[in-house]
Every structure is written in C-alpha cells, then in structure tokens.
C-alpha cells in the first residue's frame, strides 16, 4: 500500500471510530459488520468437528478464528464435534462452523488501556481473510466476549466476537469490521474432508 492510500484509509478508520455508540462503524470502511477481538492459540481438536486451527488453513492465507456462540445455532451434537451452523440476527452476524469472511482490523480496542502501536501500522493496513472453524461459547472464560444469544451485545457492546488462533503480528483486542463471504473451493473441500461435522 503507497502513503496515499494508506493516509486515504487512516482517514477512513478515524471516521469510522466516530459512533455515539463507542462502536466503529463498519459501513465507512466497507463492511457489514464490526467485532471485537480475542487470540486462543492453536489447538488441534476445535468444537467444528474435531479440526486442526493449522492444518485448515496452512498456505490459504486465511486465518483460523472462533466465532462467539450467539453468531452459531442449530448446534449438531454428535461425537466428537459441536457444530453452530449459521446463526445470528438483530445486528449478530450468521457465522457458523465452515463460514468465511474478509475484514480489517480498527485502530483502536475497547478496554481502558492505552494503544501500543501506530496508526499507520501494518495490522490496520490490510484485508485479511478468515474461517469460523471452532466456537467461543459463552461460558467461565469468555463472559465478557462471546454472548450466547444473538441481537445481544457483549460486554463491550459488540453484537459479534471473534477469537483468532493466531492473529497477525501487533494484535492486541482490536475491533475488527466484517462481512461475510463465501469460502474458496480449497477451504470447502478440506473442511469437508477434516471435519467430523456435516453440515
């Protein structure tokens, strides 16, 4: 990205931040969407069918995320897996086990202390791409995250939460814009084929 486009978006993400609600908004920035943000780490036994947070995503360019138990529903139980479809409503996104997205980190997070990075750094600069491939319920642990029914805010008034395996580099609970999309037919075809859930 060139310094034109890069103060072109810090514009944009400075826009959006402006909200009476405290929420960025994602509308300015070209997203349907805004969440907040949380890193678990990789595990290699997810709710969606047993996958591996590396392995589904390994040389895609997608990140591996936990979507918050009210953006799931209709939850298949059966062994070895614990799978949300496409849940949502009342400003909560339908983003299920299998669902993909594209979105932006936002300058800013909504706990009390202070930014530690720039503005213009590289985590704010770029569209990244992700997989729901495990749940953050709503449980001891993540509370104050990830809400159980959807139309219900979070802790820190956002409808949607997500959880990276293993965000990019400079992460730090940051609001994340979003929206929905569909998956390449790589992403669908190892899904299907690693994951214990049939959906």
């Given at each position: 990205?060139?310094?034109?486009?890069?103060?072109?978006?810090?514009?944009?993400?400075?826009?959006?931040?402006?909200?009476?609600?405290?929420?960025?908004?994602?509308?300015?920035?070209?997203?349907?969407?805004?969440?907040?943000?949380?890193?678990y780490g990789h595990t290699s036994l997810t709710s969606c069918g047993g996958l591996d947070t590396?392995?589904?995503?390994?040389?895609?360019?997608?990140?591996?995320?936990?979507?918050?138990?009210?953006?799931?529903?209709?939850?298949?139980?059966?062994?070895?897996?614990?799978?949300?479809?496409?849940?949502?409503?009342?400003?909560?996104?339908?983003?299920?086990?299998?669902?993909?997205?594209?979105?932006?980190?936002?300058?800013?997070?909504p706990q009390s202390y202070p930014m530690y990075v720039k503005e213009d750094a590289e985590i704010?600069?770029?569209?990244?791409?992700?997989?729901?491939?495990?749940?953050?319920?709503?449980?001891?642990?993540?509370?104050?995250?990830?809400?159980?029914?959807?139309?219900?805010?979070?802790?820190?008034?956002?409808?949607?939460?997500?959880?990276?395996?293993?965000?990019?580099?400079?992460?730090?609970?940051?609001?994340?814009?979003?929206?929905?999309?569909?998956?390449?037919?790589?992403?669908?075809?190892?899904?299907?084929?690693?994951?214990?859930?049939?959906?």
């Amino acid at each position: 990205m060139n310094a034109e486009n890069a103060s072109d978006l810090n514009l944009l993400q400075a826009a959006a931040r402006q909200t009476s609600a405290g929420l960025p908004n994602p509308q300015k920035l070209g997203y349907k969407y805004m969440a907040t943000t949380t890193r678990y780490g990789h595990t290699s036994l997810t709710s969606c069918g047993g996958l591996d947070t590396i392995k589904i995503v390994k040389g895609t360019g997608y990140y591996a995320v936990a979507s918050a138990e009210n953006m799931q529903g209709d939850f298949e139980r059966a062994s070895g897996c614990w799978c949300g479809k496409d849940g949502g409503g009342g400003g909560t996104a339908g983003m299920g086990c299998g669902a993909c997205g594209k979105g932006r980190f936002i300058y800013g997070h909504p706990q009390s202390y202070p930014m530690y990075v720039k503005e213009d750094a590289e985590i704010f600069q770029k569209e990244i791409k992700f997989i729901v491939i495990d749940t953050c319920t709503h449980q001891a642990g993540n509370l104050e995250w990830c809400e159980g029914k959807a139309g219900k805010a979070n802790q820190y008034g956002a409808l949607n939460h997500l959880d990276f395996a293993d965000p990019p580099p400079k992460f730090d609970h940051y609001y994340f814009a979003f929206s929905p999309e569909p998956c390449p037919a790589e992403l669908e075809h190892r899904f299907a084929a690693q994951s214990k859930c049939k959906l």
